[in-house]
């Protein structure tokens, strides 16, 4: 049986937030969910906020470049700087909040994103490792209500993957 329970760890004296959550769909559909634009704005923000890529280019040295946008229409930019990719096994990229040009916001939290996806047949196992330079960045993003937005994102995610499974 299927079971999407988030398992979310923080490790303060290691700056890290582990993230692990299994999809009922195959490594390959939850790779491009995680990877391609046109999914990633069907699911990446938490209801009733949507993503918006503006640019994206996966590959190592490439960025994506996506805004938050609210329901009142409000934008909050972010980018992906990916270094490693390894198809439909891992990539890693670090994350910023930036303005619509992407120039990063050096006064908020900046993290590594190490994002593993284990094939389990008929389901995937993603595993986020969420690193940090400092555990006031850690504790900033804990206090935004990160936990809450990627829990209602991945919520998001499982209703993406059971509309699009062949």
Not at 28 to 44: C, F, G, H, I, N
Not at 81 to 87: A, C, E, F, R
Request: some cysteine; overall charge negative; aromatic content about 10%.
């Amino acid at each position: 049986m299927h079971n999407p329970a988030l398992d979310f760890a923080v490790n303060k004296e290691n700056k890290t937030i582990t993230i692990k959550r299994e999809f009922a769909a195959e490594r390959p559909l939850v790779w491009d969910a995680y990877t391609k634009s046109e999914l990633l704005d069907q699911w990446w923000a938490p209801k009733p906020w949507k993503a918006r890529t503006k640019s994206m280019d996966f590959r190592e040295g490439g960025r994506w470049l996506y805004a938050m946008v609210g329901p009142a229409g409000e934008e909050h930019w972010a980018v992906a700087d990916y270094q490693t990719i390894v198809k439909h096994q891992q990539f890693i990229g670090v994350d910023a909040f930036t303005d619509a040009d992407g120039n990063i916001n050096s006064a908020m939290p900046r993290s590594t994103w190490d994002v593993a996806f284990v094939d389990k047949g008929p389901q995937t196992l993603v595993e986020c490792l969420i690193s940090y330079d400092d555990l006031a960045q850690l504790e900033t993003i804990i206090q935004m209500g990160f936990r809450e937005g990627i829990t209602m994102a991945m919520e998001g995610l499982d209703e993406l993957l059971v509309s699009i499974k062949k």
